[in-house]
């Protein structure tokens, strides 16, 4: 005779054990697919590439070997989005210590995100600032580092950053801003790319307002001058 009360009803423990799979798949299932995505003939998607694949009915992206980018265009959006993406794990430990402590002392936080943390979280997780999401963030950049070669995670990221709604890609947004393709990108081009991916809706790389210009000079000269911290991507 069952007792009120004490136990949850069948039914409910059996929900909550689906409930608590389907959550371990998710939890897991990009860890295999980190393996999967290491051979170069695979061309991953991102979550943002499947939002619009469902919800707007499609995505322009063309995948483009790392060789066929424009080295403009690779230098460029390593200065800008991660300066020391050759010389750390997946995660530049010194920049999180700063953000942390910012948070600890109540302060605003400033980004910390390498690329292998934006290639992971467009890959497999959600744009925004969620706690949850960054705890998530953190082993699966530091998983695809080992896994992946740093010009494969370069690769990967420069074929599914957002640069637009609906584009997607290097080859995709040097085609739709500039006309030309990701091999042809000048260095005022690749800057101008690189600069307006922290935000592609409001940046437009091809109507570059008076600041979005000077951040693309600045970009430009620091990547002519990149050679001593990029060679683990032209050696």
């Known amino acids: 005779m069952a007792q009120g009360g004490t136990r949850a009803p069948s039914g409910l423990r059996r929900a909550l054990r689906r409930i608590a799979l389907v959550l371990l798949v998710l939890l897991v299932a990009p860890y295999g697919l980190i393996l999967l995505y290491a051979p170069g003939f695979v061309h991953p998607v991102s ?45 530049d430990w010194v920049q999180m210590r700063g953000v942390v402590q910012d948070a600890l002392e109540g302060e605003t936080t400033r980004g910390a995100s390498t690329i292998p943390m934006q290639t992971v979280k467009n890959l497999f997780l959600w744009n925004g600032r969620f706690f949850l999401r960054k705890m998530l963030e953190l082993p699966l950049a530091l998983t695809a580092d080992v896994i992946w070669s740093k010009r494969r ?50 940046r437009n790389p091809a109507k570059p307002g008076r600041g979005l210009k000077r951040l693309a000079t600045l970009i430009e000269r620091r990547a002519g001058a990149s050679a001593d911290y990029i060679t683990c991507l032209y050696p």
């Open 47 to 91: 979550t943002l590439m499947l939002r619009d694949g469902v919800l707007r009915g499609g995505y322009d992206r063309q995948w483009t070997p790392f060789e066929k980018i424009s080295p403009h265009l690779v230098r460029s959006v390593m200065v800008s989005e991660d300066g020391q993406f050759c010389a750390h794990d997946g995660v």
């Open 153 to 202: 995670i370069m690769e990967i990221y420069l074929n599914i950053a957002e640069w637009g709604p609906g584009i997607y890609g290097a080859e995709a947004a040097a085609r739709h801003h500039f006309g030309v393709s990701a091999a042809n990108l000048s260095r005022r081009q690749a800057a101008l790319l690189a600069v307006s991916l922290p935000n592609p809706f409001d």
